[in-house]
């Protein structure tokens, strides 16, 4: 028995098998024919929109572009009618993603058991692979192509780094692990007014940048939490790589560390819905657990006097997920009162792209670094 998905396909010497990878936790598909370089987009593109697979036996250079052509038929779909609402718009927009997510990902590509592709043309994904994946099983095994992608993607934005000005460094964020290419919530935490510079809690440390910051202000010590184990090895690489790691302690934890601390600093998800992958859990917070969690229990983690600062975007208000006052009356139900508050509004090309089915929202978003105190 094995502990992992199996994906079956038909040979002409019978059926094989090969574990099954998916990070985003899609289930193997239940038919599978095998696909080459003799395989048209429009026939590709009909099978996979009827559920079934296609394992690539081709031009691994040709299985790329004729992802690139499924991608453009489906983009070429007439558009549904208009939402009426900006919740309806976005749960469109979700809904779109997901079918072109399922639609996408059934092209498929076998790896070797040292994460090599044994197809023609086929580039070195071994790092890549290991860097998600872990060590070699020697076991061969299948992903979609799309995933694959995904992963080489990861790889090179690890290698390159994202740009912090505030820090005057770059981070490298790990696949999985939610990059900080919207600086704008950095720069809230670098222009802040610091309550003490004798410990600070990172709540939800991610790639580390904000306890990165932290350190660099001065801060003599600080304490970071994560639950993801993604998120804890990429921040203590990062806090390494900058030479912060003797300041800043990366600890497993769901939310706060022991203790009270005179800051305490979160910048949690800001859309509650439902991830609809594990992978999406740096993205939404789902019934705002991780939002209110942070709040209800602030006043038990604080120092007399000591604050406590939410980054929190708008986007949701904007798209009525939420309202301001949800937000208000969850800080007066913790104990808690706004002593302050920065805000910015984003930067980032979304934001001015009025292609986007979700322009209104962005184009009226602003996010905000909220100074709270206990009452």
Not at 25 to 31: D, E, G, I, Q
Not at 203 to 231: E, H, M, W, Y
Not at 345 to 351: E, L, M, T
Request: include cysteine.
């Amino acid at each position: 028995m094995t502990d992992f998905p199996t994906l079956t396909w038909p040979e002409a010497d019978g059926p094989h098998s090969a574990r099954w990878r998916s990070e985003a936790s899609v289930p193997p598909a239940k038919r599978v024919v095998i696909a080459d370089d003799r395989t048209t987009a429009d026939a590709a593109y009909r099978l996979a929109c009827e559920g079934t697979a296609l394992l690539w036996h081709g031009d691994f250079q040709n299985a790329r572009q004729l992802l690139q052509a499924m991608t453009r038929r489906l983009d070429r779909k007439p558009r549904k009618q208009a939402p009426a609402t900006p919740l309806d718009a976005f749960n469109q927009h979700r809904q779109a993603q997901s079918q072109k997510a399922r639609t996408l990902g059934m092209l498929l590509i076998p790896l070797e058991g040292d994460y090599t592709i044994p197809l023609r043309r086929a580039p070195n994904v071994q790092q890549a692979c290991e860097e998600v994946y872990g060590p070699p099983s020697q076991e061969a095994s299948v992903v979609s192509l799309r995933e694959l992608l995904g992963l080489i993607g990861a790889h090179e934005w690890r290698k390159k780094g994202v740009e912090i000005p505030a820090l005057q460094e770059r981070i490298h964020p790990h696949y999985g692990v939610f990059s900080p290419v919207r600086g704008e919530y950095v720069d809230l935490v670098a222009r802040a007014p610091l309550p003490s510079k004798e410990l600070a809690f990172d709540i939800g440390v991610g790639t580390g940048v904000l306890s990165a910051l932290l350190a660099k202000r001065g801060v003599k010590r600080i304490v970071a939490t994560d639950q993801d184990p993604r998120a804890l090895a990429c921040a203590k690489d990062n806090l390494t790589r900058l030479g912060y790691d003797a300041q800043v302690g990366v600890i497993a934890a769901d939310l706060f560390p022991e203790g009270r601390a005179p800051l305490v600093v979160c910048n949690p998800p800001w859309l509650p819905a439902r991830p609809a992958s594990p992978i999406e859990n740096a993205v939404y917070d789902y019934e705002s657990r991780m939002l209110l969690g942070f709040l209800n229990g602030l006043a038990d983690h604080l120092e007399t006097g000591g604050e406590g600062w939410l980054i929190l975007s708008d986007f949701a208000e904007h798209l009525g997920m939420r309202t301001h006052d949800w937000l208000l009356a969850a800080l007066d139900r913790a104990g808690l009162v706004v002593v302050g508050r920065e805000d910015i509004k984003p930067r980032h090309p979304k934001a001015t792209d009025a292609s986007d089915p979700l322009h209104a929202a962005r184009v009226a978003e602003i996010t905000s670094l909220w100074r709270l105190k206990v009452k």
